[in-house]
């Protein structure tokens, strides 16, 4: 087993013994629902269980997992093995896609077709193994229509089929799938999980701490939070730290380069989270950090606002001229 996969499975304990224990006991529901908030690793364990499932070795393991290094292993994790079903909500495909707001409310629904769809191909046997799986992600998202069409599937599974449902918690799931399906409850990470996760993945131990400290628990928001270098750092403090002429003379060309922007606002909205979760802050003087989440607010809309098709150089000027106010960052003195 690799080092990520048990820092990994370490971090949702209670939600892997439970589902070894399932396994062991031949007693593991051909309907699961997985609940817990967005980035706890849901989705993650789910390719996990497919793994162990679907692996010609995953029975022998002692761990929620394949042998890791097999087709199988290989093809589950890349979600390319046929007898695996991966179902996406459309808001998700679009998110994936980095078309977020081209999405709708009404696109972003799970529909009947994608579910009758998943359905008649649980039908047929396993093309390879010995199971079948399929994973429902946003399974909240399901149209009524959609959840309906799902219950006969839940009612009368075929033989080593089982169906993943995920979703954020119980109460955002119909009754009726509530009840034929076994409940598996993930918790927040805690930060020195999220820590050490990021660490496996190649970043340094200062920048995973500092990222995990943010990150509320989800390692899905630590590992999209957008890494400034020194120089970008200092710009952005400088900035913030300046007066209202300094900041126009900053500003003079900042708004021209959009991709540049975008990702300097993005690191700002990290770099401004992470003093709020600093019970020692680090740059901002303590008596002025009541101002954060505002500034916070206020980036976040102009991000909005440039997603948008925004002018680039007036989304920058109405943040640092309007919005926020001019403070002192690393207080110099006379």
């Given at each position: 087993?690799?080092?990520?996969?048990?820092?990994?499975?370490?971090?949702?304990?209670?939600?892997?013994?439970?589902?070894?224990?399932?396994?062991?006991?031949?007693?593991?529901?051909?309907?699961?629902?997985?609940?817990?908030?967005?980035?706890?690793?849901?989705?993650?364990?789910?390719?996990?269980?497919?793994?162990?499932?679907?692996?010609?070795?995953?029975?022998?393991?002692?761990?929620?997992?394949?042998?890791?290094?097999?087709?199988?292993?290989?093809?589950?994790?890349?979600?390319?093995?046929?007898?695996?079903?991966?179902?996406?909500?459309?808001?998700?495909?679009?998110?994936?896609?980095?078309?977020?707001?081209?999405?709708?409310?009404?696109?972003?629904?799970?529909?009947?077709?994608?579910?009758?769809?998943?359905?008649?191909?649980?039908?047929?046997?396993?093309?390879e193994g010995r199971a079948k799986v399929a994973v429902i992600l946003d399974a909240h998202r399901m149209t009524p229509q959609a959840a309906n069409a799902l219950l006969k599937t839940l009612e009368e599974p075929r033989p080593n089929t089982h169906l993943i449902l995920v979703a954020p918690s119980k109460d955002s799931i119909l009754p009726t799938l509530l009840s034929r399906s076994q409940v598996v409850r993930f918790r927040p990470l805690q930060s020195e999980s999220v820590a050490n996760l990021l660490e496996h993945e190649g970043l340094s131990a200062e920048e995973a701490l500092q990222r995990s400290v943010a990150s509320d628990g989800s390692i899905e928001q630590a590992r999209s939070q957008t890494h400034l270098s020194v120089e970008e750092t200092k710009f952005l403090l400088d900035l913030l730290s300046?007066?209202?002429?300094?900041?126009?003379?900053?500003?003079?060309?900042?708004?021209?380069?959009?991709?540049?922007?975008?990702?300097?606002?993005?690191?700002?909205?990290?770099?401004?989270?992470?003093?709020?979760?600093?019970?020692?802050?680090?740059?901002?003087?303590?008596?002025?950090?009541?101002?954060?989440?505002?500034?916070?607010?206020?980036?976040v809309e102009a991000q909005n606002r440039l997603r948008k098709h925004g002018n680039g150089q007036l989304v920058v000027e109405k943040l640092f001229l309007n919005d926020i106010p001019v403070f002192s960052a690393n207080p110099r003195t006379s």
């Open positions: 087993m690799r080092p990520l996969d048990h820092e990994f499975l370490s971090a949702q304990q209670a939600a892997t013994h439970q589902l070894l224990h399932a396994i062991q006991h031949d007693r593991l529901a051909h309907g699961l629902l997985f609940v817990g908030p967005q980035g706890a690793g849901k989705s993650t364990l789910s390719l996990y269980l497919a793994q162990k499932l679907l692996c010609p070795q995953g029975h022998e393991s002692p761990n929620l997992s394949g042998c890791g290094h097999c087709g199988v292993c290989h093809r589950v994790a890349q979600k390319s093995h046929p007898d695996l079903n991966w179902v996406l909500s459309e808001k998700r495909r679009e998110a994936e896609n980095e078309s977020r707001e081209t999405s709708s409310k009404k696109t972003s629904d799970l529909t009947i077709a994608d579910i009758r769809s998943l359905c008649q191909s649980l039908l047929l046997p396993p093309h300046g007066s209202e002429a300094e900041r126009v003379l900053q500003l003079a060309s900042w708004g021209q380069d959009r991709e540049a922007l975008t990702h300097l606002l993005a690191g700002m909205v990290d770099l401004l989270a992470k003093e709020v979760h600093n019970p020692q802050p680090t740059w901002l003087p303590s008596t002025q950090k009541h101002l954060l989440l505002s500034i916070i607010e206020a980036t």
